[in-house]
């Protein structure tokens, strides 16, 4: 049976980007617009998370019309995709590491919060497949570098 999804816990976050001057003139950024608003379900609950996008207001600016989005706000997930890097480094290390089913993943996430259906959670350990024979995967840093891979690959 299908559930709807009770986004009503979520914790909401707001991001701008971390510089606040821009990079080209030096003149204060000013907000643009919302560059993206969404649910993302992480091992500590789920976050209602807007990015707002800013613009240099200097109309001689080298750059006018370039967008500047917080870095950190990018790093909480993939393009679309709605579970964090950590719910992706998670399922990454239960399914290499120590050779979980995905039944067996998603009782573990569930049990952290996380809920995850198990075809989104294949689909996670389908995107994490290219990562199992790479350096990082036999790191001992894996779950930290899995997201550094997984973001460069
Ligand atoms: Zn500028």
Known sequence: MKTAKDYSQAKTLIY??????CPHCGSK???SHTAWRKHIITLRGTLLVTSYAYRCPNASCPEPGALYRSTEAEALS???YQYGLD??????????????TIRKA?????????????HN?????KNSKRAKNSYYFHSS???ILFIVHTIGG
């Open 141 to 143: 840093r894996f779950p």
């Open 16 to 21: 701008k980007p971390e510089n606040k001057h």
């Open 78 to 80: 993939l393009k679309y």
């Open 121 to 125: 959670i294949f689909l996670i350990y």
């Open 29 to 31: 950024l000013k907000r």
């Open 87 to 100: 719910v992706v480094a998670k399922v990454g290390h239960l399914r290499f590491r120590e050779y979980r």
């Open 106 to 118: 998603r009782r573990i996430l569930r049990d952290r919060h996380a809920r995850a259906n198990p």
